[in-house]
C-alpha cells in the first residue's frame, strides 16, 4: 500500500518544474527515481557509522 507525504508548495513548484526538464512524467516518478537513489546510497555504506556520517553530511542529524 502507498503512502502519501505532505510536501511544501514552494518545494512542490520546485520540483515539478525540475520534473518536466528532466523529462519525468510526473512529480511522483521524480520523487521516487531521487528516494531511491539517496537510499542506496545509504544502504551501501560499510557501517552504521558511514550511514550516520552520511545522514550528517544530509543535515538530517547532528
Do not use: C, P, Q
Request: proline share 0%; aromatic share 6%.
Amino acid at each position: 500500500m502507498a503512502e502519501k507525504i505532505k510536501i511544501d508548495g514552494h518545494l512542490y513548484d520546485r520540483l515539478k518544474k525540475v520534473t518536466e526538464i528532466a523529462g519525468y512524467t510526473s512529480v511522483d516518478d521524480f520523487v521516487t527515481h531521487m528516494i531511491e537513489k539517496e537510499l542506496t546510497k545509504i544502504e551501501s555504506a560499510d557501517s552504521d557509522s558511514d550511514v550516520e556520517e552520511r545522514l550528517r553530511g544530509l543535515g538530517y542529524i547532528e
